[in-house]
């Protein structure tokens, strides 16, 4: 079964790198379109058909890989244990039929996560644009890249999800993984894959088109195969570390400050030969590593380069401009940052909101500090709400009540024999995970999201420790039900994408449903029954209290139908939604429709179509005199609003 889980990581780490590589070299020549990706995934598989049936005359065949693995599952020969299988099975299937159900509708996606992919499918590039969403240029690109592979094979965003939702899966069979090579038991490794399928943000980001599961597989990945070199010194498990470690980078820029810290573990094998004098094997290891790192830097140079045109800087637009913590962060200013952020883990409502944040102020007043000293460009500590499933500010309470007293148990049984001193190293690692998350990331509402690798690292821990110390049957079942119970609201009441309706519960809600009570009353709340188009504006009916944001993209599908407009100009704000646009366009308009950015002020606006002159601008800014003007949306005539460098030449 182990080897069936190795052989898909790798698989999976080798088609990223293959995939990325294909993408970055068609966007040279700019044939990123449907016919370059359609021969690339019909060569691809015809190679893996020819591989296949080579492969098929030795004994270690992949036929041979998958009798090993249904071997393997038959070694989960109690009910409990296939009990947790079918339980993960069944988190797997909620999670998918959600996400098939639903337009993709996440605001990141709106704004730059999907906006970007419709510029490069129809520049056939990647290479930067004029926009005034910058975030569209200098955000890390390979979750999309993924996405628009399955965009132009399908035609349609209807499979967009998958690409975390097989994020999550990888992460998994990893999180499992780690936990065989840290000397847990099958039962050890099964509560691990069940701790990560519960925690409530990673339920509710697998059905999301945002990479928050796709950068934490790849830095599981990058510590799993750390760990397996340190134990078999295998030459090809350090340079799939470096790829993993160079994979997330292309994926989201934090993954550095949950990679670095694992190279902790490589310690005590480096103490070991350095005591032994063994200079071939330290000789070797630095040449592995020079390697490992250069393939880390190859994959994400693309990204580094285009950022560079742009910005002249590899990581892109100025960090002063990020969620970043100030230079002069103190020791103190890092230990509230680390309250706050674990703060946003713990849900309040009412009375309850008043007696934890009156605790909170008193263990952190031990130390002469209040949260009321917190410095964030996010402003002032708060805490989640109660019950409030979504994708961007959910916190994961149960997850931590575990890790938390995972790490406990394993403190005080350090001299246990059941705790080796991987464990031991293993939770520094982590822990320095959370230092460094919190030294360069300032406290956000949103930062339960960007902590979703520290808990998925933390899952073989919290596996291991069930399955050694806790010598009670009852008490592990007890657990296991807790995890599953307090994960299953995040599967069923997702408030971007609700399975189900909140009366179906008699649950008052404070999102969508509560602002917009005709939504409460109506079946079409949950997304089985409800128009996809409308499923793209969720986010943006519970963001704006108003449900005319829809009609207002309608009415201006419409202007442009009727009046037969093929050339659009837009003049966005940096926050503002761009793909619905696109979206709505490609289900009503039976002609092809150009979409630029004009009138960029940004740094981006030497990159400006000059050639490009648009017919109509539709814009979200008052500051125009509008042919037509809603209350979300506006048309203005082209003629008048565009810069003298923009017009053709």
């Not at 099958?186 to 990673?202: E, H, N």
């Not at 990945?221 to 010194?233: A, H, N, P």
């Not at 946003?344 to 102020?361: C, D, K, M, Q, R």
């Not at 793909?579 to 366009?585: C, E, G, N, R, T």
Request: glycine share 4%.
């Amino acid at each position: 079964m182990a080897s069936f889980r190795n052989s898909l990581l790798i698989t999976t780490i080798l088609m990223s790198v293959i995939v990325l590589l294909a993408t970055e070299f068609l966007s040279v020549f700019h044939l990123i379109n449907e016919l370059s990706i359609t021969i690339f995934w019909l060569s691809f598989s015809a190679v893996t058909l020819f591989l296949l049936v080579y492969t098929s005359r030795r004994k270690k065949n992949v036929i041979g890989v998958f009798r090993s693995a249904l071997t393997g599952f038959k070694n989960s020969n109690t009910f409990f244990d296939y009990l947790i299988i079918c339980l993960i099975l069944a988190i797997f299937i909620l999670i998918f039929i959600t996400g098939i159900s639903s337009a993709p509708n996440n605001w990141d996606s709106m704004t730059y996560h999907l906006g970007r992919i419709i510029h490069w499918i129809q520049n056939q590039s990647l290479a930067p644009f004029a926009t005034h969403i910058e975030r569209q240029l200098f955000q890390p690109p390979l979750a999309e890249i993924f996405i628009v592979h399955l965009q132009l094979l399908t035609k349609s965003d209807l499979f967009a999800f998958l690409v975390q939702f097989y994020a999550m899966i990888g992460s998994i069979v990893a999180a499992s993984l780690i936990t065989l090579k840290l000397g847990g038991s099958y039962r050890a490794q099964l509560l691990s894959a069940l701790f990560v399928a519960t925690i409530p943000m990673g339920i509710l980001q697998t059905s999301s088109t945002q990479n928050d599961y796709v950068v934490s597989f790849f830095i599981i990945s990058f510590v799993y195969f750390l760990i397996v070199y340190i134990k078999d010194q295998t030459w090809y498990s350090i340079i799939l570390s470096g790829t993993s470690l160079g994979l997330a980078i292309c994926t989201k820029q934090t993954s550095i400050l949950f990679a670095i810290p694992f190279l902790l573990l490589l310690t005590p094998l480096v103490y070991k030969w350095i005591i032994a004098r063994d200079y071939n094997a330290i000789k070797k290891f630095l040449l592995l590593g020079i390697a490992s790192a250069i393939t880390g830097i190859i994959l994400p140079l693309g990204y580094f380069i285009r950022n560079y045109q742009v910005w002249h800087d590899i990581l892109g637009r100025p960090a002063s401009s990020g969620p970043l913590q100030g230079t002069g962060l103190s020791l103190d200013g890092l230990f509230l940052t680390m309250v706050a952020h674990i703060g946003n883990h713990i849900p309040a409502v009412g009375p309850l909101y008043t007696i934890f944040y009156e605790l909170l102020e008193s263990i952190i007043g031990l130390f002469d500090l209040s949260l009321a000293n917190l410095s964030s460009p996010y402003g002032s500590f708060a805490f989640p709400p109660l019950l409030f499933p979504h994708e961007d500010l959910t916190g994961n309470p149960f997850s931590l009540l575990l890790i938390i007293a995972s790490i406990i148990v394993i403190v005080v049984k350090y001299r246990d024999t059941r705790t080796t001193q991987m464990n031991i190293l293993y939770i520094i690692c982590c822990i320095f995970c959370f230092i460094a998350f919190s030294a360069v990331i300032a406290w956000q509402p949103w930062s339960s999201r960007l902590m979703l690798p520290l808990f998925i690292l933390f899952a073989p821990l919290v596996g291991i420790v069930l399955s050694k110390f806790v010598t009670k049957r009852g008490f592990i079942v007890a657990i296991t039900l807790l995890m599953v119970i307090s994960a299953t609201p995040y599967l069923f009441l997702n408030e971007s994408r609700p399975l189900m309706h909140y009366d179906v519960l008699g649950i008052q809600t404070t999102g969508i449903a509560k602002i917009i009570p005709e939504y409460k009353q109506n079946k079409e709340f949950s997304i089985i029954y409800s128009n996809r188009t409308q499923d793209y504006f969720r986010n943006k009916l519970f963001a704006e209290n108003k449900k005319t944001i829809l009609q207002d993209h309608l009415n201006v599908m419409e202007y442009i139908i009727s009046n037969n407009i093929s050339k659009v100009g837009l003049i966005f704000g940096e926050n503002d939604w761009e793909y619905p646009l696109w979206a709505i366009a490609r289900y009503e308009m039976s002609h092809p429709i150009h979409v630029e950015h004009v009138n960029v002020r940004g740094q981006s606006a030497s990159f400006e179509n000059k050639r490009f002159i648009p017919e109509i601008i539709i814009t979200t800014s008052q500051n125009y005199n509008a042919i037509i003007r809603y209350d979300t949306l506006h048309v203005i005539p082209a003629q008048g609003y565009l810069p003298n460098q923009t017009r053709g030449v």
